[in-house]
């Protein structure tokens, strides 16, 4: 089968590799949409950061060189042995993150911290290929009002899920919501759902005019630092955001986050760095700013993720800017992804085409 695999930095290649078969409590999935991530991006610039090397994961065995993709979704062709909760035939999207179940963390309930976590793509191989191997108890059923297409953008939704639960937000909260690539207009999406007042901020008016699409209430173009700021603390009565949501990931997006945030309210960092922001932490401890880390999902992130997919609170139609085939995946896909310029949100490669 044809599969996008990778082996180290600025190292992926499109490869015939085997059919995987499942084992006891797994099913075998023909993928039928993997949608390419920013950190799909930055592990093939700048890592291994996430992607397994070095030694064998401890619950997975797998290491690089494997298949990334961790955004996907497929139907089940195959069953292994014990598996009753998913037939043949199924259209699933896939919970990608395994946990041990048994550590200090997850016995607390914060399994999306747990140390043993391996997540496809990264410590197991992953959804840009033609087939997948995986757990059938991280089968999510989709409605038929789902389409395959839309199906991977789940899992980024998911994300988005997951830290807006962190948040703590309540009905009636101002939340500004710093950058509007994909997981952030989710996100913006998630806090509405939780009936939240949301401020979009991002540097790109393609991006602000989707968010306004998609239900902010209210938009700020931050190109001028300064004039963001004050517009946002006149959006909010002279008071700041109760939550401050921050997932561009860039240097600087951090420090704003906590510096915009009302006194005692919440900064939540949803991005995945690649370089190291400077923050003057006088600023956290002097207003008392709560800040919250979000990564990855805990259990029930992802059915309540569906849920909101399938009630059409949170949109991902306008997200999905382009489907590739797996042939063209690196140079219509990864490369284009990789463009600063880019005027795309999610491409969606297709490893049946």
């Avoid at 499942?22 to 949409?33: C, D, F, Q, S, W």
């Avoid at 699933?92 to 399994?111: D, K, P, S």
Wanted: hydrophobic share 40%.
């Amino acid at each position: 089968m044809q599969a996008i695999v990778y082996h180290g930095n600025k190292d992926i290649r499109l490869e015939n590799i085997p059919e995987p078969s499942p084992a006891p409590g797994e099913v075998k999935l023909r993928i039928t949409n993997t949608s390419i991530c920013a950190t799909d991006i930055e592990e093939w610039q700048y890592g291994p950061l996430w992607v397994q090397h070095g030694s064998p994961n401890a619950l997975t065995g797998q290491q690089a060189p494997l298949v990334i993709g961790h955004e996907t979704s497929g139907h089940v062709v195959e069953l292994g042995e014990g598996v009753n909760n998913v037939s043949v035939g199924d259209r699933v999207a896939v919970n990608t993150v395994l946990i041990c179940g048994t550590c200090f963390w997850c016995m607390r309930g914060q399994q999306a911290v747990c140390p043993n976590m391996a997540v496809a793509g990264f410590m197991a191989d992953g959804g840009l290929a033609e087939f997948m191997v995986w757990p059938a108890d991280h089968m999510v059923l989709l409605p038929d009002h789902i389409s395959d297409v839309e199906a991977p953008l789940i899992e980024p939704a998911t994300v988005a899920v997951h830290g807006v639960r962190r948040s703590g937000v309540r009905a009636g909260d101002n939340v500004a919501v710093i950058g509007c690539g994909t997981v952030g207009l989710l996100t913006l999406q998630a806090f509405k759902a939780a009936g939240a007042r949301v401020i979009a901020v991002d540097v790109r008016d393609q991006s602000l005019k989707l968010a306004r699409e998609l239900g902010a209430d209210e938009t700020v173009n931050c190109k001028n630092e300064n004039t963001a700021a004050a517009k946002i603390l006149e959006l909010t009565g002279n008071i700041g955001p109760d939550i401050t949501a921050e997932t561009a990931g860039a240097k600087e997006t951090p420090r704003m986050a906590i510096e915009w945030t009302r006194r005692g309210g919440t900064a939540l960092l949803i991005g995945i760095y690649s370089t190291t922001p400077e923050i003057n932490f006088n600023n956290v401890v002097g207003p008392e700013i709560t800040v919250i880390g979000s990564v990855a999902t805990s259990p029930g992130d992802l059915e309540a993720a569906v849920e909101l997919v399938g009630q059409g609170k949170i949109n991902v139609k306008p997200l999905i800017s382009e489907t590739v085939p797996i042939s063209r995946a690196i140079e219509d896909g990864f490369e284009r992804m990789l463009d600063h310029n880019k005027d795309v949100f999610r491409i969606v490669i297709q490893p049946g085409s």
